[in-house]
């Protein structure tokens, strides 16, 4: 296979409940390509960043008081321009092609906040189902953690030079829990969400991403870098 | 681990993570965010309530006009439905 552009730098695996990730020193290392030539990772060579993940939260309940926060640059960052997005109270009817929207203007968001609309994927204390027997003869009840349901995140931004961030799009996918007796078409927590934002000249630079939860999380989170030549080989 | 929330950092230049309990400082952060979080959404069921009690007298009007009620649906959609909250259990 040819050399491509794509390089996993960090797969953190959260198997215990986490309200906090950071991912830290992210213009670190270098890559090798097939014919062996190193390229350094920085924000220069890899201008673009994908997060990817795959999370459980820790709630029964879609409370309202929830955030979910990612913040590129860590604890420093905001966001200026305008910021597009369609949170949990903004997608309540499925049937809905095109979601309704709030927008902000002004360094008003110091990350990028989900809302509740990422916790909908959290039904597995609902009790679907009853307890079965796994492959060691484990009970696992309907509950367990093992019987979660995901939430699954996908955001891409891009690093254009050291004067202006140019900001990014980013959404997320659950499902609701469905245990309404009756037929229901005005559901805030959808656990779906939708983010663009215009981007910030407050942040040009990052050297981190943080995560952050009102709710423990479990699962995956990975992040891909974007090069903008062939660098990673295979 | 202890019951505190757990707060992980994972550093890409050395591939190693470390995980830790939450210290103070960063727990009065997580409870202001979290009343934060309470406040917006107090304030959106407050709005959303007062959308959906105009559209509830706007319907009521229309239908003192003499229109039945397929045809003010078929005007302004259907009647507002009060959200149902995640039962507890």
């Known amino acids: 296979m040819a050399n491509q552009n794509w390089y996993l730098q960090s797969h953190y695996h959260a198997q215990s409940s986490h309200t906090n990730l950071t991912i830290s020193n992210l213009q670190s290392g270098t890559v090798t390509d097939d014919q062996g030539n190193t390229t350094a990772v920085n924000s220069s060579n890899f201008p673009v960043y994908r997060l990817v993940c795959k999370l459980r939260f820790d709630t029964q309940n879609m409370a309202s008081n929830s955030y979910f926060w990612i913040m590129m640059g860590g604890n420093q960052s905001s966001w200026d321009g305008s910021n597009m997005y369609s949170g949990d109270w903004t997608s309540k009817y499925s049937s809905q092609m095109y979601s309704n929207y709030g927008n902000d203007f002004g360094n008003s968001r110091p990350g990028i906040y989900c809302g509740s609309g990422m916790f909908g994927a959290s039904y597995n204390y609902y009790a679907w189902g009853s307890a079965v027997t796994d492959s060691e003869g484990v009970t696992v009840q309907s509950y367990d953690v093992r019987r979660g349901a995901y939430t699954t995140i996908d955001f891409n931004t891009y690093h254009q030079n050291t004067n202006w961030y140019p900001g990014g799009v980013g959404s997320s996918s659950g499902v609701y829990n469905g245990s309404s007796a009756s037929p229901v078409t005005y559901q805030a927590e959808s656990g779906s969400w939708g983010f663009a934002t215009g981007g910030t000249s407050n942040a040009t630079y990052f050297n981190e991403i943080t995560l952050s939860s009102s709710y423990g999380f479990q699962g995956d989170i990975l992040l891909y870098r974007g090069a903008i030549q062939n660098y990673v080989g295979n | ?89």
């Not at chain 2, 950092?9 to 952060?29: F, H, L, P, S």
């Not at chain 2, 959404?41 to 006009?65: F, H, I, P, S, Y």
């Not at chain 2, 003499?66 to 005007?75: F, K, N, P, Q, R």
């Open chain 2, 1 to 89: 681990m202890t019951d505190k929330p757990q707060v992980a950092i994972y550093d890409c230049a050395t591939g190693e993570a470390t995980v830790r309990d939450m210290t103070d400082e960063e727990t009065v952060i997580h409870n202001d965010r979290l009343a934060h979080a309470e406040e917006d959404n107090a304030a959106r069921l407050v709005a959303e309530a007062q959308e959906r009690a105009d559209a509830a007298t706007g319907r009521q009007k229309l239908l003192d006009l003499g229109l039945s009620e397929d045809e003010v649906t078929a005007l302004v959609g259907p009647a507002p439905i009060e959200p149902e909250p995640a039962p507890a259990v």
